[in-house]
Structures are given as C-alpha cells and as structure tokens.
C-alpha cells in the first residue's frame, strides 16, 4: 500500500518531511523493547511520565534532546545525533 501511495508526488514528499520523526520514534520504541521494558518501567527509570512516554511514541509529542537524553540515560545508553549527507537523485 505504501509503495503505491509513494508514487503520489504530494504524498512521497510530505512522507520524507516526516521520516527522521518516524526514525525518532523508532529508536525509542526498539531501545525500549529491545531491553523488554514497559513504558512504566521506562518512566521510572528516567521520572518522565509514563502518559508522556505514550505520547512520545504515538508522534502526538515532539521530544526535546533534553528529553531524549534522559530517556537514553533511562535505558543505559547514550544519545546520538547525526547530520547526514543527502543522497543524490
């Protein structure tokens, strides 16, 4: 369905504006599940509320890196960003 959905000009473009919001929630969902953590368990780790780790995942709520850093140091891990080069047409 995606795939014939991309072939939409209007769709394809408004998809990759969204892509690294989707890659964000990604990487918390698979960090979390990865480690077989609940979001409850998640939020007592890191004090965020467990509501809001919903939020998170669900895309109703944007993260800021002070966020995501606590959540990373939630989890044992550390918080990396990166600025990639895009690829040619």
């Known amino acids: 369905m995606l795939e014939k959905q991309m072939n ?10 969204m892509q690294p919001e989707f890659d964000v929630i990604r990487a918390i969902v698979d960090a ?9 368990e998640l ?8 509501a809001d780790i919903s939020k998170l995942e669900n895309g109703t709520r944007n993260p800021s890196v002070n966020l995501l850093k606590r ?5 044992g891990m550390v918080l990396k960003i990166e ?4 690829q040619k047409a």
């Open 32 to 40: 979390r599940t990865f480690q077989n953590l609940t979001q409850k």
């Open 43 to 50: 939020a007592e780790r890191t004090g965020i509320d467990q």
């Open 71 to 75: 959540l990373a140091e939630g989890m």
């Open 8 to 17: 939409d000009e209007n769709f394809r473009k408004e998809y990759e504006e």
């Open 83 to 86: 600025f990639v080069p895009k």
